[in-house]
């Protein structure tokens, strides 16, 4: 069974910290993706990840795939109230293109 | 209209009732998904479609049936559920089925089996 294990399930945390987001896995992904979802709403992409080592950043939001392509962080600087929602990433599977999706972290940004 | 759009959005039915769920893209794309999200759980992939022909059956139970007249429309057709099926019913489109590709989300529809 392939899996995607995302950690932590949920943070509550005050406006201005920082946080990490994790995802790991014993497969190795030909790329991954990182999908907001916000209640009420489907998930929305931020970002895919290809390279072993690659960084991403949007805004406060930085994104990195490990080197062996297994695992993935999200870096949040700075959160602020609109960061809140599910946070779900999707490695893709070389063999046939599918997604395998993590359970997702619930991330709440107090003011 | 623009995106990906699912009716209804919220759907209470009998275990004896048979109802559709309807999703609909905008976005010229030819593949199309139908998701299963249970809190706590990760998304479930159900069915794909890519260029109207499935590709994917999940070992889907089949009292979900699903139904793609062409690549903007995608149904799941719904007969003698059980309790355990409720759950946020996702449908999602991409360009194609391939590498790297974006998959567009509609809102869901929140199916409650009673």
């Known amino acids: 069974t392939q899996l995607l294990e995302q950690s932590p399930q949920f943070l509550s945390i005050q406006e201005g910290e920082n946080l990490t987001v994790y995802c790991n896995s014993s497969?190795?992904?030909?790329?991954l993706q990182w999908y907001r979802q916000e209640p009420g709403e489907g998930p929305v992409l931020l970002v895919t990840v290809v390279t072993g080592g690659e960084v991403k950043k949007l805004k406060r939001l930085t994104f990195q795939f490990g080197d062996a392509r297994k695992d993935s962080s999200l870096h949040i600087t700075a959160a602020q109230p609109g960061d809140t929602g599910l946070y779900l990433c999707a490695g893709e599977m070389d063999s046939n293109y599918q997604l395998i999706w993590g359970a997702g972290t619930k991330l709440i940004i107090k003011p | 209209e623009t995106g990906v759009t699912q009716t209804p959005r919220h759907l209470v039915m009998g275990m004896t009732n048979k109802k559709s769920l309807k999703c609909e893209q905008h976005?010229?794309?030819?593949?199309m998904y139908w998701y299963k999200q249970s809190a706590k759980k990760p998304l479930e992939l159900m069915f794909v479609y890519n260029f109207k022909e499935q590709t994917e059956n999940n070992s889907v139970p089949s009292r979900f049936s699903p139904e793609c007249p062409n690549s903007s429309h995608l149904f799941l057709h719904l007969h003698t559920l059980q309790p355990e099926d409720s759950a946020l019913y996702l449908c999602a489109s991409s360009p194609y089925k391939g590498m790297n590709t974006e998959a567009f989300f509609g809102q869901g529809t929140r199916l409650t089996v009673v």
């Open positions: 976005l010229g794309h030819n593949a």
């Open positions: 497969s190795v992904f030909s790329s």
